[in-house]
Antibody, heavy 114, light 107 residues
Framework: QVQLQESGPGLVKPSETLSLTCTVS????????WSWIRQPAGKGLEWIGRIYTSGSTNYNPSLKSRVTMSVDTSKNQFSLKLSSVTAADTAVYYC????????WGQGTLVTVSS | EIVLTQSPGTLSLSPGERATLSCRASQSVSSSYLAWYQQKPGQAPRLLIY???SRATGIPDRFSGSGSGTDFTLTISRLEPEDFAVYYC????????FGPGTKVDIK
């Protein structure tokens, strides 16, 4: 059974870049789309974007200017970078296998604060 | 971008009652690529329904989905204590978007 685990700093300073990695275990990362989704405390879900294992990407237009995703098939990992963060980017960040429907990791809280 | 609207925002019901949740799309969702998720506090969302009406693996048959085009419904036939949660619809026919959620709480 595939498992996804997010990792990265839990605290990021304003104006800096948030960096997260999702490690996929129990299955190959190849030939799937992989997405990032976030959820501020007490609020709804926001899709950030997706990457295919070829490296092609599709980002949420509202975040596109600040988002970069990458994939490392040799490590069975994919990553998210979100630049110029503010307090509004504080959220639980989820990675997911994206077949249209989503198979989720457990999520990781990232707080933006000085 | 397809915008999803969910109603009501909160549904207050008692165990054993029927819950009817609505999800409306700003434009037609192609091929009924509409899913429903359940989320409990501190947990990731769990897939309940995909393709508007197909139950995901392991989902009890008290959960059912229906609809097409722009109007979709999630029905929980008889609420169990573990069903009190937030429910999100998601479309995956054109990129990916979520509705704002419906909270089902105990009356």
């Amino acid at each position: 059974q595939v498992q996804l685990q997010e990792s990265g700093p839990g605290l990021v300073k304003p104006s800096e870049t948030l960096s997260l990695t999702c490690t996929v275990s129990g299955g190959s990362i190849s030939s799937y789309y992989w997405s990032w989704i976030r959820q501020p405390a007490g609020k709804g879900l926001e899709w950030i974007g997706r990457i295919y294992t070829s490296g092609s990407t599709n980002y949420n237009p509202s975040l596109k200017s600040r988002v970069t995703m990458s994939v490392d098939t040799s490590k069975n990992q994919f990553s998210l970078k979100l630049s110029s963060v503010t307090a509004a980017d504080t959220a639980v960040y989820y990675c997911a296998r994206d077949e249209g429907t989503l198979y989720w990791g457990q999520g990781t809280l990232v707080t933006v604060s000085s | 971008e397809i915008v999803l609207t969910q109603s009501p925002g909160t549904l207050s019901l008692s165990p054993g009652e029927r819950a009817t949740l609505s999800c409306r799309a700003s434009q037609s969702v192609s091929s009924s690529y509409l899913a429903w998720y359940q989320q409990k506090p501190g947990q990731a969302p769990r897939l309940l329904i995909y393709g508007a009406s197909s139950r995901a693996t392991g989902i009890p048959d008290r959960f059912s989905g229906s609809g097409s085009g722009t109007d979709f419904t999630l029905t929980i036939s008889r609420l169990e204590p573990e069903d009190f949660a937030v429910y999100y619809c998601q479309q995956y026919g054109s990129s990916l978007t979520f509705g704002p959620g419906t909270k089902v709480d105990i009356k």
